[in-house]
């Protein structure tokens, strides 16, 4: 039997039996809409993640102190709540004056509640330094940055996030207005622009930027950086950059076997690698659920096609008894389901990439204004491949049977 | 020509055996009009369905226009039903839903014969048959006798040599049974050999040559003015 007459055979015998076919491929179009809807929101998810990371700043290394334990992109002790205290401003000042790297700069971390007229937030505090704000790329929106003067003097001056500045200020001008933190009074020198995420996922627009030898010394009581920024000189490889922190570090902290490192020394592309791997993963995870509905409608599929194959019993016998052979009658059985599910898949395809474009909207209008729409080519082929895939695997059991009916039986079946 | 050699056909079910057909032997030469007869159980539907290659004997030997069947695969049967066979059955078979023209062009599906020249063959069996005019009805909405002639335009369609006729006129009132069986006549004049399964006299009377089965043996097989004119009485 011709494919083409195959297939006209095919869609004749669905046409028969509209309703029935629309439910059968319900199934089916539920669960490619699941799987498209989850793999746009998640690779759109990722989209935001990598862009904001990479806004960060370009030729960017840090380093983060403590151990890790297992792989190079295990999370090191401090990034568990345990306080390490081996990074030092010696440290980043060996840091300055390698050829390498143009820019060094510490960081360090409070919490507090910051206290603006009856508006009482908690706050993440960063001590920051000017170099800091130009490594990882952050601009004043309002007023200024912190600069070294300000650091130098202990200067009682603050840098708002974006967030924090609406949430104390709401729509009233900032800039010049004290506000308490930690009973301490910090005049408003600057408000960020909107930055989102940091590398290490902390929320730059809920921080607030305070002087580094304010933070140390008069909030936090301490001598340590809870982490290093680094901007490379271009015209040295990360590689090679990294390779020279990593040598630094170790002659200043006297180890000399590398498996007792006590810092971890990671670029730019090491936290786009992780976060790109957990993305990916998590879409993976979310498009194996939306898989087992597509399971689901196939069992669906090969039940209705069972029940279609013994009322159409007669059929079968005729077909046979006119010269259709085994293989033409299992070739239009398949092709019937095969449509139904590639029919299942394409409406699938635009419900689900419509529903995405609808979250994209809302989440663009109201969350998180850089959300884009992704609707991965990889994600439609996917959807189209295994929908018809599921037609083929579900189809033949029903098809088989069609097919080894004996032509006498057949005809007589009441 | 038809030649069939001591062919036996047996069932079994349960444990039981059923001996349909026993060392059944004749020779149907083209363009012949054959009745065949005989009472429920007779065996006449398992002759039926073994000479038109839906069912095989267990043992013997037939050939049909010189192919042997016992040397042929299940696609070689339905090859052969496709392009030198054409059936009429008592129940029509028809697909209810779909067209006359797509009840007619049905063999045409699973033959060789191309898209482009499918067309006019549909349209001159429906001719022959007299439902120029029904082309495009379905066929579900046809009188009995509309029916039969679907199926035999069906039949027609692939030129075949043999056409199989099972009680074609077993559905219909006698004033289109008759019209049936007039239509068959004319294939058979046209040089079609005809296989016909009655059980009725009036039927098998169009018939040249009647064999007649008994208990899945050969009763009687003569012409059908021979057999008739003597009111041959079952032994």
Do not use: C
Not at chain 1, 209 to 232: N, T
Not at chain 1, 342 to 360: K, P, R, T
């Amino acid at each position: 039997m011709k494919v083409n007459d195959s297939l006209k055979t095919a869609l004749a015998g669905l046409r028969h039996a509209k309703t029935r076919a629309m439910l059968t491929m319900l199934g089916i179009v539920i669960g490619i809409a699941s799987v498209i809807l989850l793999m746009s929101i998640g690779t759109s998810a990722q989209n935001l993640i990598i862009s904001q990371v990479q806004n960060i700043g370009s030729n960017l290394l840090f380093v983060i102190p403590g151990a890790t334990q297992g792989s190079k992109f295990s999370p090191p002790a401090s990034a568990f709540g345990i306080i390490i205290k081996t990074l030092k401003e010696r440290d980043i000042e060996f840091f300055r004056k390698d050829p390498s790297i143009d820019k060094a700069a510490g960081e360090v971390h409070g919490q507090a509640r910051a206290v603006y007229s009856n508006n009482d937030i908690s706050v993440t505090y960063t001590g920051a330094t000017g170099e800091y704000f130009d490594i990882i790329n952050l601009e004043a929106e309002k007023g200024r940055l912190l600069n070294s003067k300000d650091d130098k003097s202990m200067e009682k001056v603050v840098v708002l996030g974006s967030e924090v500045a609406k949430k104390l200020f709401g729509e009233k001008e900032a800039i010049g207005k004290n506000l308490r933190l930690k009973n301490n009074s910090f005049k408003v020198i600057g408000v960020m622009e909107k930055k989102g995420m940091s590398a290490f996922g902390a929320d730059l627009d809920n921080n607030i930027f305070i002087p580094m030898s304010v933070a140390q010394k008069q909030m936090l009581g301490i001598d340590y950086y809870s982490a290093a920024f680094i901007q490379g000189n271009n015209s040295y490889s990360i590689d090679f950059i990294k390779s020279r922190m990593t040598s630094i570090l170790r002659q200043n902290h006297s180890i000399t076997n590398p498996d007792k490192d006590d810092f971890n020394v990671r670029t730019q592309e090491d936290a786009l690698a992780v976060l790109g791997s957990i993305t990916s993963v998590l879409k993976i995870f979310l498009a194996s659920i939306a898989a087992i509905s597509l399971v689901v409608g196939g069992i669906g599929i090969m039940n209705i096609m069972l029940v279609s194959v013994i009322e159409r019993t007669r059929e079968i016998g005729l077909r046979k008894a006119v010269g259709a052979t085994n293989a033409d009658i299992m070739q239009q059985f398949l092709t019937e389901a095969i449509i139904l599910t590639s029919i299942g898949g394409l409406v699938g395809i635009i419900g689900g990439a419509g529903f995405s474009f609808l979250i994209y909207l809302g989440i663009s209008k109201f969350a998180v204004a850089d959300w884009t729409f992704a609707l991965p080519l990889s994600s439609i082929l996917l959807a189209l491949g295994v929908s018809t895939t599921i037609g083929l695997v579900f189809g033949i059991y029903p098809a088989r049977q069609a097919s080894r009916k004996n032509p006498v039986e057949a005809l007589r079946y009441e | 020509m038809i030649l069939v050699e001591k062919i036996s056909r047996s069932y079994e079910n349960d444990g039981d055996k059923t001996q349909a057909l026993k060392e059944v032997s004749f020779k149907i030469n083209s363009g012949e009009f054959v009745a065949v007869m005989g009472p429920s159980g007779s065996g006449k539907s398992t002759l039926l369905h073994i000479l038109s290659f839906m069912d095989r004997a267990s043992s013997g030997s037939y050939s049909f226009f010189g192919e042997k069947m016992e040397d042929m695969n299940d696609t070689e049967l339905a090859n052969v039903r496709n392009k030198e066979m054409g059936f009429v059955f008592q129940a029509f078979n028809l697909l209810g839903r779909s067209s006359v023209y797509q009840n007619v062009e049905l063999p045409l599906l699973y033959s060789t014969i191309l898209p482009s020249e499918r067309k006019s063959l549909v349209e001159k069996a429906i001719k022959d048959v007299g439902l120029t005019e029904k082309t495009y009805v379905e066929a579900g909405r046809l009188s009995g006798g509309q029916k039969q002639r679907v199926a035999i335009a069906r039949a027609l369609v692939n030129n075949p040599n043999v056409i199989f006729a099972d009680e074609p006129t077993g559905n219909l009132d006698s004033h289109s049974g008759e019209n049936i069986m007039q239509i068959l006549k004319k294939l058979n004049e046209a040089g079609k050999t005809i296989i016909l399964v009655t059980h009725e006299t009036y039927t098998a009377q169009f018939a040249e040559r009647l064999i007649r089965l008994k208990d899945g043996e050969i009763e009687v097989d003569g012409t059908v003015k021979d057999i008739l004119s003597k009111n041959y009485e079952s032994k």
